[in-house]
């Protein structure tokens, strides 16, 4: 498996931005398709984006469309998730997870969708 540590969380007003890191242990995310999930308490874990290695393909969820930005850095082997315009309601721990690419399949957005998952780091937003 792949190891994923996540970092970038804490503690920002409404109306900020965070840029969050997702480091793989190795070089192992050229086939891979890496996601972003959050959970917030007492909530079930809910997709938040997606990106493909090799080609950058991403792919939004509506709650943070427009205003948040995946993307990959190659040399650093890390995937990044920029959220601008926080709201309270992004507060959540925030997960970056896994997979080998399979472009057969249309969406990787539920979580059973991955196999490697990071700690998680926690991003809360006040008002």
């Known amino acids: 498996q792949v190891q994923l540590v996540e970092s970038g969380g804490g503690l920002v007003q409404a109306g900020g931005s965070l840029r969050l890191s997702c480091e793989a242990s190795?070089?192992?995310?050229?086939?891979?398709?890496v996601g972003w999930f959050r959970q917030a308490p007492g909530k079930e874990r809910e997709f938040v984006a997606s990106i493909t290695w090799s080609l950058g393909s991403v792919h939004y969820a509506d709650s943070v469309k427009g205003r948040s930005t995946i993307s990959r850095d190659n040399g650093k082997n890390t995937v990044y998730l920029q959220i601008s315009n926080l709201k309270p309601e992004d507060t959540a721990v925030y997960y970056c997870?896994?997979?080998?690419?399979?472009?057969?399949?249309?969406?990787?957005?539920?979580?059973?969708?991955?196999?490697?998952w990071g700690q998680g780091t926690q991003v809360t937003v006040s008002s």
């Open positions: 997870a896994s997979e080998v690419y399979d472009s057969g399949k249309a969406y990787y957005t539920e979580s059973q969708d991955f196999g490697s």
């Open positions: 190795r070089r192992t995310f050229r086939s891979f398709l």
